[in-house]
T-cell receptor, first 113, second 110 residues
């Protein structure tokens, strides 16, 4: 198993552009999480899904951010329009039901110029 | 408010020295606490969880509810322990919502 897969691994874009980050969770996992990591704020949970349904999006910073999970094997995090302060590493993680460990992807390093 | 505090951004020690990475939390209920580690060029991964009461790679962590702390300790540091360490708290059952501290970088010098 390749683990959680994220793409792209690096993204450089200009302010105002739309950015889409992608995640493929581990097969059979019921939960999917999106995190953002910055120097100032550390690792923050943005949103998580259970069986493709968003459960808690209280960490989503503002309306410019949206996340979807159309099926059990794919999720997107979209930023529109992007701003320089969105520059960060975005992680996706997945887990099974119950008291299982969260498995993290390699992250996407986003730079907004 | 639910919060995890790791007061040190960087901890620098020599090989063979004892290590203690500090973690304090703020939570009104019974917390589930974890340590995650990220080695260079590797993914963030679970190191240990307090409920397991186990030692992983020589590391242990004891939950002190009186001091609201969950410090990570190792008696003799190794160079391969150099990594970024994150303390995390789960405020609900199922280990779903994790609140992370800012992280501490451990550098072990030869």
């Amino acid at each position: 198993d390749a683990g959680v897969i994220q793409s792209p691994r690096h993204e450089v874009t200009e302010m105002g552009q739309e950015v889409t980050l992608r995640c493929k969770p581990i097969s059979g996992h019921d939960y999917l999480f999106w995190y953002r990591q910055t120097m100032m704020r550390g690792l923050e949970l943005l949103i998580y899904f259970n069986n493709n349904v968003p459960i808690d999006d209280s960490g989503m910073p503002e309306d410019r951010f949206s996340a979807k999970m159309p099926n059990a094997s794919f999720s997107t995090l979209k930023i529109q329009p992007s701003e320089p302060r969105d520059s960060a590493v975005y992680f996706c993680a997945s887990k099974t039901q119950g008291y299982g460990e969260q498995f993290f992807g390699p992250g996407t390093r986003l730079t907004v110029l | 408010a639910q919060r995890v505090t790791q007061p040190e951004k960087l901890l620098s020690v020599f090989k063979g020295a004892p290590v203690e990475l500090k973690c304090n939390y703020s939570y009104s209920g019974s917390p589930e606490l974890f340590w995650y580690v990220q080695y260079s060029r590797q993914r963030l991964q679970l190191l240990l969880r307090h409920i397991s009461r186990e030692s992983i790679k020589g590391f242990t962590a004891d939950l002190n509810k009186g001091e609201t702390s969950f410090h990570l300790k190792k008696p003799f540091a190794q160079e391969e322990d150099s990594a970024m360490y994150y303390c995390a708290l789960s405020p609900s059952g199922g280990y779903n919502k994790l609140i992370f501290g800012a992280g501490t970088r451990l550098a072990v010098h030869p």
